[in-house]
């Protein structure tokens, strides 16, 4: 039975969210990207409500949230989440130029880790992702708290990130007490990952809502991409699984856009009668989306569009919640174009399709 209470962002409740997170709780909070579940990121306790509510493997590394005394690579030291001495003046550098830029929003860092930090916030790996959230109530929240809060999506591990308070309900309303709703999320996909080497090097571990391509500017040098290794059981950072984001219903990518495809005989599932088919278009109109799938396929599809203006960022506010209203509806299969954009937020976007239909 449903027991969280979704709160409105009051000073009552800002002390009564905080007052459970001292006591080893979770709670449910807003930033700019998505819904995270805010636990005190030094106390083991804490981290280990986070995994087992989120059904988490202890493998997949957390982001520790910081407050807006995190300025420069000695602020995070101070505050004993990383260990300084590790880096060279070439990756301090970097490192201070980045936060400079771009904190508080959607980027993650990670450094080399403080002995301070629990092993369980980083999955035993020697560095640690941080980030600072713009979100007010996620900034109010940490300084009521008097700590860094580790913070994941709000959701069942590997299923579609909340970008609401009420998705934060409908996936984990009966194992947590307390959801701080701060409406809509502003960017609704995650953060974008940057690792920081001891000796300066930059590699893009997840893209997310901050532009790639920004960052390398900012920092003067090219950021570097890793090896394919999604696979893995040791993560690098969060959302680098081969599946990820996943409705729980089967989604199924397109080999392109609609307006490109010529056919889609290969596709035997369009070959099902009975079916309620649903497709996602990242742009256009619903008209125009279904004119075209019933010319390739004869069938008469639920057509949900990201954005009717073909504005990215609109598409990425809209994604994950599209997403969850086609698992809700009647639909039995669900498809969705990909996106063939490879900068900025369409990077992250095409990214989460990608996952979110990966078979497993």
């Not at 949230?65 to 420069?72: C, K, S």
């Not at 990214?351 to 979110?356: I, K, Q, S, V, W």
């Amino acid at each position: 039975m449903s027991k969280a209470q979704i709160l409105p962002p009051t000073p009552e409740n800002f002390a009564l969210a905080a007052e459970a997170l001292q006591r080893g709780e979770v709670v449910g909070m807003p930033t700019e990207t998505v819904y995270g579940l805010a636990g005190d990121a030094f106390n083991p306790l804490a981290l280990a409500r986070i995994f087992e509510t989120k059904e988490r493997p202890t493998f997949d590394p957390l982001i520790i949230h910081v407050g807006p005394f995190a300025r420069r690579v000695e602020d995070l030291a101070r505050a004993g989440l990383i260990d300084e001495k590790k880096l060279s003046e070439v990756a301090r550098t970097r490192a201070n130029a980045l936060m400079q830029a771009f904190w508080p929003g959607p980027l993650t860092l990670i450094l080399p880790k403080s002995d301070k930090v629990p092993d369980l916030a980083t999955s035993g790996l020697p560095t640690v992702a941080l980030r600072m959230p713009r979100h007010a109530v996620a900034q109010a929240l940490i300084a009521a708290s008097g700590t860094s809060l580790a913070a994941p999506s709000a959701n069942r591990f590997g299923r579609i990130s909340p970008t609401s308070a009420e998705d934060v309900f409908d996936e984990l309303g009966d194992r947590i007490d307390w959801i701080l709703d701060g409406g809509r999320c502003e960017i609704g996909v995650e953060s974008t990952i940057v690792a920081v080497s001891e000796s300066g090097e930059l590699t893009l571990l997840r893209p997310g809502g901050l532009a790639p391509e920004a960052i390398g500017k900012v920092a003067g040098t090219k950021l570097l991409t890793p090896g394919r290794s999604e696979n893995s059981t040791s993560p690098q950072a969060p959302g680098m699984l081969e599946s990820h984001y996943a409705p729980k219903k089967r989604l199924n990518l397109l080999p392109d856009s609609l307006e490109r495809l010529q056919s889609l005989d290969e596709l035997n599932l369009y070959k099902v009668t009975g079916r309620q088919i649903a497709v996602m278009v990242l742009f256009g109109s619903e008209d125009d989306a279904r004119a075209r799938f019933q010319k390739l396929t004869s069938i008469d599809p639920k057509v949900y569009i990201l954005s009717r203006e073909s504005n990215v960022e609109e598409a990425a506010k809209n994604l994950f919640k599209t997403l969850r209203e086609m698992d809700a509806s009647d639909a039995d299969v669900l498809f969705s174009e990909p996106c063939a954009i490879d900068f900025g937020l369409g990077f992250a976007i095409g990214d989460r399709l990608r996952r979110a239909s990966a078979k497993i």
